[in-house]
């Protein structure tokens, strides 16, 4: 299979999920509860109230066409108005969403960066201390939740050692800089603000190190024992045969076929860091789609929920498009087998 | 005569089929103790669920499970009285670790309990039919969810419905079937050219023998293997909905309710969400441990 004919068939694929994906929560946030303005505005709201507000937002009509104005709204990137705060459900998530993929993304550097890191120290020195850590570091990673590190985080690195600030974005007295991206970090630097920049950096350190610690040690643990799999091949015995030094053959050599499964799994740590940001944001009071998604959760406000999950699962999937297609890029092998599992 | 010799035949090949299955349950446990770590998360694993089947007998203050006050002793550090201390209403934080416990288990148990059938079903059946409209269906379906993560698909489910315990299950067991489904249908769909499939094909044995008596057989290890460490990760998806306050409600015992409701008192009465912290992170241990060690002794590579 060419690559092209790869990625065009995978992008269907993933249009296919995305629309079954949408009324799953369709059926979720409409069929499920019956009313949803009744829901939202509460038993002893007046029925002609309740009535009114149905019409304004469609819900008197039949399911299926419910569906398709659903459906062309948020295609239009419109997600209808909130039935709890009656504000428009886009602007809301457009103005929480960066701070939450600011997060997202800098722990994912974390992640990849210290993973991949940690995995070669541990091939490197094996069976010594180092790699003993890096494997006691690699468990504790799996079985820890994402609330414990970062509430463990805060403890002793915010109130014990006093080395981070452990809430918010900005430190107080420094003004925000105008929003382009709405990524404090990036904004500041296409500003030249280099004093709200170092500022927003750490703050969005602990957060970010307590929301990348899964994925890190998960990463940790896959480069470890693909790289000692590699390390065992033909291949590197002959180079080292021709007296490659051994630097050049760790890195050149043996580090990027290595990568193939660490970069397989990115796309599933993406999610796993996606949604791990609900629990972290919750202990760091980051203004991010969080609190807006667990508000509108509480208030039964089905109609941002069913946009918050949606908006989620279009990340995901289309961050997993991109991994795949890096994935087919890196190994050929990939693109020849039919791809029976989907995403 | 003939039929005395049959059954001192039969008794024979009972006993030596008995020996084997000796031999065989020995070899297992000499693998599964080979490595140190999975002894480890078996004694872990036993200890949590004695403790907690037995909590109201082994817990230094019983009734401080539940809507419990007494604010004379609210917030005391942990002392030979209270081992890990009291909250912010008075009551003892190791009684309500262990009958945390509880609820931790019977989520787990519940939650893979319930979905992990119908994710079987679904991916034997899909597999039984690779490559037909069945597969397709199945498989994509299993697709769309696994295309959220599974703790935001949760909450979803949870915002249309009370927020309690057992609605926090359902909303969990609902999510989880598919990676059961995917885990079976990468094995059966892998069978289908064996030879003993096509023999029973052959020899006329129905759809469902073939896909319950020949394929699933084939599957158990790894069926059981991610049992045990799915465990692990429900008990962590159903303490992160407690946390945010979406799973289980006062005044009931939960490890992620006590975190979110200490985290409000740090740093300084820090044991308060620092216990049942580290609690969760030793409960999770022990069924990844042991789920690892399940997985080196039956040779299971697909998990």
């Given amino acids: ?343 | 005569m003939l039929s005395s010799s049959n059954t001192a035949e039969t008794a024979a090949i009972k006993e030596n089929l008995w020996q084997v299955r000796k031999d065989n349950l020995r070899r297992s446990w000499y693998k599964f103790t080979g490595n140190r770590l999975s002894i480890v998360g078996l004694i872990i694993v036993i200890t949590v669920i004695l403790l907690a089947l037995f909590a109201p007998w082994v817990t230094p203050y019983p009734e401080h499970r539940g809507a419990f006050v007494d604010f004379n002793n609210a917030m005391q550090a942990p002392s030979t009285e209270n081992l890990l201390g009291t909250d912010a209403v008075g009551r003892d934080i190791l009684t309500r670790i262990i009958f945390g416990f509880r609820f931790s288990l019977i989520m787990g148990f519940v939650v893979i309990g319930l979905a992990a059938p119908p994710g079987i079903i679904a991916g034997l059946v899909a597999g039984y039919f690779r490559d037909t409209w069945i597969d397709t269906l199945i498989m994509r379906i299993t697709d769309i969810f696994l295309a959220v993560p599974p703790l935001i698909l949760a909450m979803a489910i949870t915002a249309v419905l009370p927020p309690n315990v057992f609605y926090a299950m359902l909303a969990v067991t609902l999510m989880w079937w598919p990676w059961y489904a995917r885990l079976v249908y990468g094995i059966s769909s892998s069978l289908q050219n064996e030879f003993f499939v096509q023999a029973a094909q052959i020899t006329g044995a129905s759809r469902a023998y073939i896909i319950f008596k020949e394929i699933l057989p084939n599957c158990i290890s790894a069926i059981f293997t991610k049992m045990t460490l799915d465990l692990g990760i429900v008990i962590i998806i159903a303490s992160s909905l407690s946390f945010v306050g979406l799973g289980a409600q006062p005044p009931t015992p939960d490890l992620g309710t006590m975190v979110a409701d200490g985290a409000k008192y740090m740093p300084d009465q820090w044991w308060m969400t620092v216990c049942p912290a580290l609690a969760i992170v030793i409960i999770v241990l022990g069924f990844n441990l042991l789920g690892d060690g399940l997985r080196d002794m039956l040779a299971v590579e697909e998990v």
């Fill in chain 1, 1 to 343: 299979m060419k690559l092209s004919t790869f990625i065009a068939r995978r992008l269907v694929l993933s249009l296919g999920v995305l629309l079954g994906l949408s009324i799953l929560i369709f059926i979720i946030a409409r069929v499920v509860p019956g009313d949803p303005v009744r829901l939202a505005l509460g038993a002893r709201a007046p029925q002609d109230v309740v009535e009114r507000v149905s019409a304004e937002m469609h819900l008197d009509k039949p399911y299926p066409t419910q569906y398709f104005i659903w459906l062309k709204g948020v295609v239009q990137g419109d997600f209808g108005t909130s039935l709890y705060t009656r504000r428009n459900v886009s602007e809301d998530i457009k103005a929480f969403l960066p701070a939450t993929l600011e997060l997202a993304l800098f722990a994912g550097l974390l992640m990849t960066f210290f993973g991949i890191l940690l995995g070669v120290l541990s091939v490197q020195k094996k069976n010594s201390w180092v790699d003993n850590i890096v494997r006691m570091i690699s468990y504790l990673g799996v079985v820890t939740p994402a609330f414990v590190f970062a509430i463990l985080f805060v403890l002793l690195f915010g109130y014990l050692l006093s080395a981070f600030p452990v809430s918010g974005r900005l430190a107080e007295g420094i003004t925000s800089p105008p929003t382009i991206t709405g990524m404090i970090t990036i904004d500041s630097l296409m500003t030249g603000n280099f004093k709200a920049f170092f500022s927003a950096l750490t703050h969005l350190f602990l957060p970010a190190m307590a929301l990348s610690m899964a994925g890190l040690s998960q990463q940790a643990r896959i480069a470890r024992s693909s790289m000692s799999d590699n390390l065992q091949k033909d291949y590197i015995l002959a180079h080292r045969a021709c007296g490659l030094p051994e630097r050049k053959i760790m890195f050149k050599y043996l580090l990027k076929p290595s990568l193939i499964p660490t970069v397989s799994i990115l796309g599933l740590d993406f999610a796993a860091l996606l949604s791990n940001a609900f629990l972290v944001e919750m202990v760091f009071n980051w203004p991010g789609i969080s609190r807006y998604g667990v508000n509108a959760i509480l208030t039964k406000d089905l109609n941002a929920v069913a946009a918050v999950v949606m908006i989620l699962g279009i990340t995901f999937v289309s961050i997993n498009i991109v991994v795949d297609i890096i994935v087919a890029y890196l190994d050929p092998r990939i693109r020849m087998r039919r791809d029976r599992t989907g995403a």
